[in-house]
């Protein structure tokens, strides 16, 4: 059996506390390898190592930080197909989406070679009579980051580029599921010119998460997950005096006008509802046309294209999706697809027997299409995280934007229109993170930032974009007045004999 165990100070060490976790392949549910999980002192050992390097890596200039992204975006590109197999045999996507994941996280890294200019700081001259005033942004020291399942490449990307890239040393904390990738980028990190022991990878579980959460040594925390762990760790890493990000779980709805174009609307939303096997923190879940016509018709639409989604293992080429991640995983989703049944709501699409030959004993769950879904229901409540997708009809403009405005997620949002006005009045009122105009998920590229509001978020800086250079560096503020030197004391006019 494969082993992984953690990439700490350039090298990969064995784990040695005993504890592991088995890694699937989703598609045939076979365990491919077995990952440590690191005990406090394993923990400890990364961030002890950490700390000897880190004033160096601060200390260089910036310059010379951005040259070490700039090569392992090159490194990224040379290595794009093994990387992505290595995701998708652990994560089950397929491979074009997996490129997807870790192009995403690459932008970042591209997005990051602007450091120089980025970390620039603030001067005021003559702030009072000779006084001078200055604010810098220095790296907080070392930072972590705890990373969830379905986006391997990408999150922990998100983090470690800007964290690192504004001088910290950094300790990544991947999913259990697919821990592969993560040390992949980290050994490419190492090959870019990084100096061993900046970025490390401390496999593991809660046990792990608790040890960071509470090590005197880690300033700064970032976690990406779901919503109950999201609080956990925001509240313990701010008991513990550290600041925090920390982003949670998603409902993202779309409304659908009556004047919207219908096709380009089903199609975004077979898109974004079930690509990834619906395992996107900004797949559209909830579908709310506006006016009966337009649901009855956009039901007519997306029932077939629903019914002939091709679903198979990552190795199919025209797969549209693949399993999902672990059985735990599917038997959540059946669980709620049947208690979705029991509430009233209409299956009209029933993916629940969906088997491949060959793959029987693959997490697979067909696509489901629900309608007359209504907010009481725990299927809209809930995030499901699988290929389901919910109708909710709403009888006009106002109710509809009334529903994720209720919801207690606050991720993303999509309106569908032709109507500039609906659109610029919808952007405007509604309180969601992140809103798409005609576009079904409207992910921020890496220079602007990416964060929802409400329970998909605990912590006031997103990731990426300017908000992860001040996550990530701390301000200091300096106040300067010297006294008069030899300026004052020079006497310029020839000397006379008064
Ligand atoms: P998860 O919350 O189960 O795990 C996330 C991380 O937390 C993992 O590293 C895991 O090891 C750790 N963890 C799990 N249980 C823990 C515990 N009890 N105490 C401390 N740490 C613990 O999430 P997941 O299943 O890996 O990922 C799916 C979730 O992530 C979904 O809810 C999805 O919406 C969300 N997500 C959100 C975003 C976003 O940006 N808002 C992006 C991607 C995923």
Not at 7 to 19: L, P
Not at 170 to 184: A, C, G, H, M, T
Request: glycine share 10%; charged share 20%; hydrophobic share 40%.
């Amino acid at each position: 059996m494969r082993q992984i165990g953690h990439f700490i100070g350039g090298k990969h060490v064995a784990g040695t506390s005993g504890r592991k976790a088995n890694v699937y392949n989703p598609a045939t549910g076979e365990v491919q390898a077995e990952v440590a999980l690191a005990s406090d002192a394993e923990l400890d050992a990364a961030v002890q190592n950490a700390k000897t390097v880190q004033p160096a890596w601060a200390a260089t200039n910036p310059q010379r930080r951005a040259r070490v992204f700039m090569k392992f975006v090159a490194l990224l590109n040379e290595n794009m197909d093994e990387l992505a197999e290595m995701l998708s045999k652990e994560h089950g996507k397929t491979i074009e989406d997996a490129k997807g994941d870790v192009i995403r996280g690459l932008e970042v890294c591209e997005f990051v070679i602007g450091i120089p200019h980025l970390a620039k700081s603030e001067f005021t001259e003559g702030a009072g009579p000779n006084i001078d005033m200055y604010s810098i942004r220095q790296a907080v020291g070392i930072g972590a980051g705890i990373t969830p399942f379905n986006f391997p490449g990408m999150i922990p990307m998100w983090m470690f580029a800007p964290a690192i890239a504004c001088g910290n040393a950094f300790i990544l904390k991947p999913s259990e599921r697919d821990p592969s990738l993560p040390i992949r980028l980290a050994e490419l990190m190492i090959e870019a010119g990084l100096p061993a022991g900046i970025l490390n990878v401390v496999n593991g579980d809660k046990g792990a998460v608790d040890a960071i959460l509470t090590h005197p040594d880690i300033s700064a925390v970032s976690f990406v997950g779901s919503t109950p762990i999201a609080r956990y760790v925001y509240g313990t890493a701010a008991m513990n005096g550290k600041r925090a990000q920390c982003f949670g779980g998603a409902k993202n709805h779309m409304i659908i006008m009556p004047d919207a174009d219908l096709d380009q609307a089903a199609n975004a939303l077979i898109g974004a509802g079930y690509g990834s096997a619906g395992e996107r923190c900004m797949a559209i879940s909830v579908a709310v046309p506006v006016g009966e016509e337009t649901a009855n018709k956009l039901i007519a639409k997306l029932t077939p294209m629903v019914e002939s989604l091709r679903i198979g293992p990552y190795t199919d080429e025209k797969a549209d999706l693949g399993p999902v991640v672990t059985k735990e995983a599917q038997a959540r989703i059946m669980g709620l697809i049947n208690h979705g049944v029991e509430e009233g709501a209409k299956l009209v699409v029933d993916g629940r027997d969906f088997k491949l030959q060959g793959y029987e004993n693959g997490y697979f769950v067909g696509g489901c299409l629900f309608d007359h879904v209504t907010p009481d229901m725990d299927i809209y409540k809930t995030e499901i995280f699988g290929p389901v997708l919910s109708v909710v009809r709403a009888k006009n403009y106002e109710e509809a934007l009334s529903l994720p405005m209720k919801h207690e997620y606050g991720n993303g949002v999509a309106i569908y229109t032709r109507d500039g006005d609906a659109a610029r009045d919808f952007a405007s009122r509604v309180n969601i993170g992140m809103v798409g105009v005609n576009v079904p998920i409207p992910v921020p590229l890496a220079y602007h930032s990416f964060g929802g509001w409400k329970s998909s978020s605990f912590g006031d800086l997103n990731q990426h974009g300017t908000d992860s250079i001040k996550f990530w560096t701390r301000t200091k503020t300096v106040t300067s007045r010297w006294p008069s030197g030899i300026k004052d004391g020079a006497e310029f006019v020839i000397p006379t004999m008064k």
